[in-house]
C-alpha cells in the first residue's frame, strides 16, 4: 500500500475509533435494552394495536352506541351485531368501543399529568427546603391520608349528571402524591450539586432551574409513573364507573358496560365478557410496557428477568 492510500485509511480508521470509544447516551443504552425486551414489545403492540382499534374499530360498521335494533334485543354475537346485543337491542361492539375511547382518554390524560404535577410539586419541595418544604410535604401528606373513594362519595350529589370530564380531573387530583415524595427526596440531593449551585448563584429563578436542571435529572422517573399510570387510571376509572362513581349515563365506558352486564354474566355473558377482556388486555398491555420501561431505566428493578 502506498503512502498516499495509508494517509487516506489512517483518518477513516482514527474516526471509527473515534465512535467505538464515544460513549452511548443514556436514551441509547435504555432503547438498546428495550428492543431485546419481549415484554415491551407485547405490551407496546398490543396497547397501539387497542388504541388503532378504538379510533377505527366503528369504520365501516352498521351500527353505532346508539342506535337500536329491536328486532335483535339479546341476540348473542353474529355477523350482523359482533358482539351481540342488549336488552334493548343496543349494539355491544360499538358501545364497548365508545367505552374503550373513552377510558382510554381518561387513563392518558390521568396519568402523564398525574406524573407532571408529581414533578413539579415534589421537586419544588425538595429545591426550597426548609418551611416550604414542610408546608408542602405537610399537604401531601394530607392527601395521602385523605379516604379519596369516600371523598368522591360525598361529592357524588354534586357531580352526578355532570361532565366525564370531573371525573378524570378528580383521578388526576389524587394520583400524584406518592411519586411527589419520591422525586423530592431525588431533588434533595440534587439541589447540592454543582450544576444546580451554579445556576443558583447566577441568579437564575427558581422556576428555570427546576424546568432546566432538576426536572430533566428525574425525567425517567416521571416516564415510568405515566406509563403505569395510564393502566392505573383505567383500572381506577372502571371501578368507579362500576360502582356508579364514575362515568355517568347517558356517557359508556367500560365500567358502565361491566356493570349492566354484571347481572347478565350468567344467562347472557357476551354482556359482561366482552367488555372485561378488553379491560383486562389494555392494562396487561399497559403494564406489560410499564414494567420493561422501569427495568430499562432503573436495572436495580429486576431487568434479568426475560
Known sequence: MSMVEEAQVLPVKSEVSKRQARPSSRARIIFSKLAHTPRFWVGAVTLAVIVLWSL????????????????AMNTAPTAAHWFGTDQI???LYAQTIVGLRKSLIIGFVVGPVSALLAG???????YLGGVWDRIIVWFIDLLLVLPALYILIMLYPLIKGGSWVIVMVYLAVFSWMILARVIRAQTSSLRDRDFVKAARFMGVK???????HIIPNVSSLLIIDATLGVGAAILTETTLSYFGFGVQPPDVSLGTLLSSGTGAATTRPWLFVFPAAILVI???ATSLAGDAL?????PTSGANRD
Open 56 to 71: 377505527f374499530g366503528l369504520a365501516g360498521y352498521t351500527y353505532n352506541a346508539v342506535g337500536l335494533d329491536v328486532m
Open 89 to 91: 337491542g343496543a349494539d
Open 120 to 126: 413539579f410539586i415534589g421537586a419544588l419541595a425538595g
Open 206 to 212: 427558581t422556576s428555570t432551574i427546576i424546568r432546566r
Open 282 to 284: 389494555t392494562v396487561l
Open 294 to 298: 422501569r427495568d430499562a431505566v432503573d
